[in-house]
């Protein structure tokens, strides 16, 4: 029940073009949804989250759509770039406090790769 | 903001010897620190969660003898690698969770090799 599928595992988008890269929850008790981008060798960096009172956020060319009925939320990357190839990572944790200090669930990665 | 450091970027150790790798939340306090471990091409395996002032808590399957993990101040937590053996060679990434969100911020990572 603490899994997170992610998928498709690899994508390849041409300049320009849209990436979405889906996510899948069963725990009913996540209510904070964070995607990270990591470069090779790299951390992964905060890129956006969203909580499940909204079904859509958006910053800059990234834009989370989150379908709460569903249990499902979307990385949309618009107007892709080379310099977005990279991996995603979706995530998922409960905000409340269970001693767990929050810990994420991690989905598998999928990896970006934007094409000239 | 946000920024979470890690100290050393990469290290090489003899196979038997201890390795100590740190980890600092720069512009903000953090009352809990995460340690995870991740191998190529993989996502990432939590291996404990730390809080400030009280022991680590570990994941199932993870030797909390081995790696042993300290939670000193609001701003540090170290991870130290006893008795390493090339099986522990991996990258070894920390976050930090500012005490006033949610958010995790994560560090650029460890790249431990055995030798």
């Known amino acids: 029940q603490q899994q997170v599928k992610q998928s498709p595992q690899s994508l390849i988008v041409q300049k320009g073009g849209i990436s979405i890269i889906n996510c899948a929850y069963e725990?009913?008790?996540?209510?904070?949804f964070p995607w990270y981008q990591q470069f090779p060798g790299k951390g992964p960096a905060l890129l956006i989250a969203?909580?499940?009172?909204?079904s859509e956020k958006k910053e800059g060319r990234f834009t989370i759509s989150f379908n709460k009925s569903a249990k499902q939320f979307s990385l949309h990357i618009m107007d892709s770039q080379p310099g977005d190839s990279a991996t995603y990572f979706c995530?998922?944790?409960?905000?409340?406090?269970?001693?767990?200090?929050?810990?994420?669930?991690f989905g598998t990665g999928t990896q970006l790769k934007v094409e000239l | 903001g946000a920024v979470v450091s890690q100290h050393p970027s990469w290290v090489i150790c003899k196979s038997g010897t201890s390795v100590k790798i740190e980890c600092r939340s720069l512009?903000?306090?953090?009352?809990?620190m995460f340690w995870y471990r991740q191998f190529p091409k993989q996502s990432l395996m939590l291996m404990a969660t730390?809080?400030?002032?009280?022991?680590?808590?570990?994941e199932q399957g993870v030797e909390k003898d081995k790696f042993l993990i300290n939670h000193a101040s609001l701003t540090l937590s170290t991870l130290t690698v006893t008795s390493a053996h090339p099986e522990d060679s991996s990258f070894y990434i920390c976050?930090?969770?500012?005490?006033?969100?949610?958010?995790?911020?994560f560090g650029p990572g460890t790249r431990l090799t055995v030798t």
């Open positions: 725990n009913t008790a996540f209510d904070y």
């Open positions: 730390s809080n400030e002032g009280s022991k680590a808590t570990y």
């Open positions: 969203i909580r499940p009172d909204v």
């Open positions: 995530a998922a944790t409960s905000r409340g406090f269970t001693g767990g200090g929050n810990k994420l669930t």
């Open positions: 512009d903000f306090q953090a009352t809990t």
């Open positions: 976050s930090a969770r500012d005490r006033s969100a949610y958010e995790q911020y």
